[in-house]
C-alpha cells in the first residue's frame, strides 16, 4: 500500500518564493502543494474547503500578521502543522511561534538545502508518530524536538544533488557566476547563459543554499524589492 501522501499549503505573498518553495517541496516524493494563497484570508478561505497536513507560512502578509493567523488556523484546525518561512528573525517572533506550535521557522532568504532537510524532518516526524501507538520516554524527547537532528540526519540518505538540479546546468550556471562583475539578476544571468528565468532562479537559490553566492535585496522607489546575486568575498 502507498504511503500517504502530505498535503501543503503554501500562504506567502511573494510569488517567486512561492514557486520556488512549491518546486522543491513537490519534487519530493511523499509532499504535494495542493494551493497557495497570498494572504491570510485567502489562506482562511481554502482551509474552509480543504485542510491539508502542512502548511508552509510567511510571517509578514499583505493583510495580517503571519503569527495571528497562525493563532487562528490553531483554533479552527488543530491537527494541521506549520512551518513559518520569515525575514522575522526578532527572538518576539521567534518566542510566539514555538508557543504557537510551529514545527519549523527558516530565516529568509530561506536555503533551499534546508528547507528540504526541515521537510524531511517532518516526515520521518509524522512516519515515526503514526507507525506506534505506545513510545517510551526516549522517542517522546525526539518528538518534542530535543534530539530530532541528529535522528534525521542518521537516518536520511545524503544524495549528490537534489531533485531537479543537473549537474551539467549547474556547470553553466556557476561558470556564469564566476563571471559576474558586482550583482546581477536572475533575468540578467538567464540571457547570459541562454535559459529560463524559472529554470536560473532555481539553481541560483541552490548555489546560494551551498554559500557560493549571496543574495542581495534591492529596494527601488516603487515595485517589490528586488533580488541580485553577488559572489560571496573569499
Known amino acids: 500500500m502507498a504511503e500517504e501522501k502530505i498535503n501543503v499549503i503554501i500562504i506567502e505573498d511573494d510569488e517567486d518564493a512561492a514557486?520556488?518553495?512549491k518546486q522543491f517541496t513537490d519534487q519530493m516524493e511523499r509532499f504535494h502543494v495542493v494551493a497557495t494563497a497570498s494572504t491570510g484570508e485567502q489562506a482562511l478561505q481554502i482551509l474552509k474547503v480543504i485542510q491539508p497536513q502542512l502548511l508552509l507560512l510567511d510571517v509578514f502578509l499583505p493583510d495580517m500578521n503571519g503569527i495571528d493567523l497562525l493563532r487562528e488556523i490553531r483554533k479552527q484546525y488543530r491537527g494541521i502543522d506549520v512551518i513559518l518561512i520569515t525575514a522575522a528573525n526578532d527572538t518576539k517572533t521567534?518566542?510566539?511561534?514555538?508557543?504557537?506550535?510551529?514545527f519549523g521557522y527558516l530565516v529568509k532568504p530561506v536555503i533551499v538545502?534546508?528547507?528540504?532537510a526541515t521537510l524531511r524532518e517532518y516526515e520521518v516526524f509524522r512516519g515515526q508518530l503514526h507507525q506506534e501507538p505506545v513510545v517510551n520516554q526516549e522517542k517522546?524527547?525526539?518528538y518534542?524536538?530535543?534530539n530530532q537532528q541528529s535522528s534525521v540526519v542518521s537516518e536520511s540518505p545524503k544524495v549528490a544533488y537534489p531533485k531537479g538540479i543537473d549537474k551539467h546546468t549547474l556547470k553553466l550556471v556557476r561558470t556564469a557566476t564566476q563571471k559576474m562583475q558586482g550583482s546581477q539578476s536572475a533575468d540578467e544571468l538567464s540571457r547570459m547563459v541562454g535559459i529560463s528565468y524559472s529554470t536560473m532562479r532555481r539553481y541560483l537559490e541552490y548555489l546560494v543554499s551551498l554559500e557560493e553566492i549571496e543574495v542581495e535585496i534591492i529596494y527601488g522607489s516603487v515595485g517589490r524589492p528586488e533580488r541580485k546575486y553577488k559572489r560571496v568575498a573569499k
Not at 94 to 102: D, L, M, T, Y
Open 19 to 21: 514557486n520556488i518553495y
Open 94 to 102: 521567534v518566542s510566539e511561534a514555538i508557543h504557537g506550535g510551529a
Open 140 to 142: 517522546i524527547d525526539v
Open 144 to 146: 518534542f524536538r530535543k
Open 113 to 116: 538545502d534546508k528547507l528540504i
